[in-house]
């Protein structure tokens, strides 16, 4: 005799198990690179960009941040760091050349300070990160 249970939502929660399932392969994958790259560098060497994007990616497809943190040993804090640097940057990557640019700037009206500088090739740069821009010159004291 056929069961009268309907299969009715059974998808959506086998999606939500699947997602967990990824998220929690996922976190277990990042534990072992981790674990990897600890072994083969010294203590309190820098993380390197890819394992932050990682950790990063994980966490916004659902990656618990406790299980994260316990499985790559890291704190709340780079956790949080590492997110607010995507977030900041937007979408540019650290291995993206335009990601970062310094330009020379060239001034319309220099004034007797900034030919000084330029004579001695000492002309003030300008970085631009995303949005942002910073700019460096000589200062006259």
């Known amino acids: 005799m056929r069961s009268r249970h309907s299969s009715k939502g059974s998808g959506t929660r086998g999606a939500a198990t699947s997602s967990k399932d990824d998220a929690a392969a996922t976190v277990v994958e990042l534990g072992r690179r981790f674990d990897a790259f600890r072994e083969q560098n010294r203590p309190y060497a820098p993380i390197p960009a890819e394992l932050r994007a990682a950790v990063v990616r994980a966490l916004t497809q659902g990656a618990e941040r406790g299980e994260l943190r316990r499985a790559c040993r890291v704190s709340g804090a780079q956790l949080e760091r590492w997110s607010a640097a995507v977030t900041s ?47 460096i010159r000589l200062a006259q004291c």
Request: net charge negative.
């Open 89 to 135: 940057v937007g979408s540019a990557s650290a291995s993206d050349p335009q990601a970062a640019r310094v330009f020379s700037v060239v001034e319309d009206a220099l004034d007797s300070g900034a030919r000084a500088t330029a004579a001695v090739g000492l002309e003030p740069l300008e970085l631009r990160l995303g949005p942002w821009s910073v700019s």
